[in-house]
């Protein structure tokens, strides 16, 4: 059966399918597919087809599996979808959805939702997110925006968007940027457009081995080290989330030039949640215009967590060291 006008419905695991069992005190991922189709007016859930992808908890999926739901959704939509929703776990939510948006070159919407409290604990928000995701991706206002994350009556763009809170219905964000959409009851509200990066669509699979390093006060040069010191050849590459505008601690630098010697890629983005790697001109030892003197490369105002799937997203697609910069610092 032709699935043209429909929404495809992609089961991601996470809380929005799970249920709390008092006897074993434990949320089980028991929801079934048709169970979440009742949480919508029938006439919206007649015009949904369910792809049962996987039911794990966010915390067990990888960039390569983020990957693979990627061909799956780029498949439904050559087969006709209009629009994708995605319910899946908040704790990698903004990964994944981002990792998606990278590679997202179709005009359909893809919708990424969660739920913090499972479906049927008091005033969880597993059915209200569905929905308004639903009303999302039948939108064509959507059209042409990207991936986008459907949470407590708002839409934010995949490039915006952060985990600010575990344990709050409101726990997304995007800070000094704010919603892209909202719902008003029923209709989607566009606030803005948001102008997307480069989008790298089926140019070879990401790397799978990027490694995220966080600077922090004292921090010895042991993990650096033992990345540095790989024998196997595993590492692809590393990202650092530096102090500031993208310092370190001195004691990092002989191994980061190793590593810049054997030609893995170094990235220095900073570790402030509003951060950039623009500052002012130092020259102290292990500061961010030292780094990139050594061959490190510039992450710009790219959150670490980014920085880590653009740099392995641009190494799956081959790019030059020169093509790699500019792709970190487009916005
Ligand atoms: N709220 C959630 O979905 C959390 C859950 N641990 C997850 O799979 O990400």
């Not at 929005?16 to 074993?24: A, R, S, V, W």
């Not at 490369?297 to 697609?317: N, T």
Request: with cysteine; glycine share 8%; charged share 20%.
């Amino acid at each position: 059966m032709s699935n043209r006008g429909k929404v495809a419905l992609v089961l991601a695991g996470g809380q929005i399918g799970m249920k709390y069992n008092p006897q074993t005190n434990s949320c089980q991922p028991t929801v079934t597919a048709e169970e979440m189709l009742s949480w919508l007016p029938q006439e919206l859930a007649g015009k949904i087809f369910v792809v049962d992808w996987s039911r794990q908890p966010s915390s067990h999926y990888t960039i390569r599996m983020t990957s693979d739901l990627v061909q799956i959704l780029s498949k439904t939509v050559v087969d006709g979808a209009d629009g994708i929703v995605v319910a899946c776990g908040s704790d990698t939510l903004e990964e994944m959805a981002y990792l998606t948006d990278l590679y997202w070159a179709y005009p359909q919407p893809v919708i990424f939702t969660a739920a913090t409290l499972p479906s049927d604990s008091r005033g969880s928000d597993a059915s209200i997110n569905l929905y308004q995701s639903v009303l999302a991706s039948f939108s064509r206002e959507c059209w042409g925006m990207g991936v986008l994350a459907c949470l407590q009556d708002q839409l934010f763009a995949a490039s915006e968007m952060t985990e600010t809170a575990s344990q709050r219905r409101n726990s997304f964000s995007a800070p000094d940027r704010g919603p892209v959409a909202q719902f008003i009851g029923d209709r989607v509200d566009i606030l803005r457009q948001k102008r997307r990066a480069q989008v790298l669509e089926e140019k070879g699979s990401p790397a799978r081995d990027v490694e995220l390093l966080f600077a922090s006060l004292g921090s010895n040069d042991k993990m650096v080290e033992f990345l540095a010191s790989d024998e196997k050849r595993e590492l692809d590459g590393l990202v650092i989330a530096g102090f500031g505008s993208g310092n370190v601690p001195p004691s990092w630098i002989p191994h980061i030039k190793k590593l810049v010697k054997d030609d893995i890629p170094v990235v220095i983005t900073s570790r402030c949640p509003q951060g950039h790697t623009r500052g002012m001109p130092y020259t102290f030892e292990g500061n961010m215009a030292r780094l990139l003197e050594i061959g490190v490369f510039d992450g710009g105002g790219l959150r670490p967590l980014q920085a880590r799937l653009r740099l392995a997203v641009a190494l799956g697609a081959g790019l030059s060291r020169q093509e790699l910069q500019a792709y970190l610092l487009e916005e």
